[in-house]
């Protein structure tokens, strides 16, 4: 089952937020099928809450990267968006090439975080006080994992919002 594969993939990249960097397999791959791919997967858990997920992805954008890694970032900031966004809101998720690479960012229609825990969010195990508004589970694992991952990657993991307070996270791998 899905979920039992990624229970064991986070146990795996625990291992790796304590042990140092992930071991990367590195390999063209094509982000914007990637990123794609990881919002259709994840389009049932978006209407069950009357998300509507907006994609502006550019097109056959590749780049070396490990593929099943960077995968389990979309994975993470989609479904974060998901669980974190208020019911009848809207997810926009981008994937575009900028001057400095690759820009991935997700803006969910959630409260947005505490400017106080904001310092917290890519820490292992720091579990936030902002709520899911479905009671889905979280680990205070998922961030941090995907700072690892991109870290790897040489690339920059960041968080904004705005002043309607939409969170919204930003990936950016060098190209």
Do not use: W
């Amino acid at each position: 089952s899905v979920d039992l594969l990624s229970l064991l993939e986070t146990l795996l990249d625990i291992s790796v937020i304590e042990s140092g960097k992930p071991q990367l397999n590195i390999t063209d791959s094509n982000l914007s099928e990637l990123a794609k791919e990881r919002i259709d997967l994840y389009h049932e858990e978006a209407n069950a809450k009357d998300i509507e997920v907006e994609a502006n992805i550019s097109e056959n954008l590749h780049a070396n990267v490990d593929k099943m890694k960077v995968r389990q970032v979309f994975d993470n900031l989609i479904t974060n968006a998901i669980k974190y966004s208020n019911k009848n809101s809207k997810v926009i998720v981008s994937l575009k090439l900028t001057e400095s690479g690759y820009e991935f960012s997700i803006q969910d229609g959630g409260p947005g975080i505490d400017p106080s825990e904001q310092d917290q969010l890519f820490k292992a195990y720091s579990v936030l006080s902002s709520k899911t508004t479905g009671g889905e589970k979280k680990t205070g694992l998922g961030l941090a994992i995907a700072k690892s991952i991109v870290d790897a990657h040489k690339g920059v993991i960041s968080y904004r919002h705005d002043d309607k307070q939409h969170s919204t996270f930003y990936v950016n791998l060098p190209n």
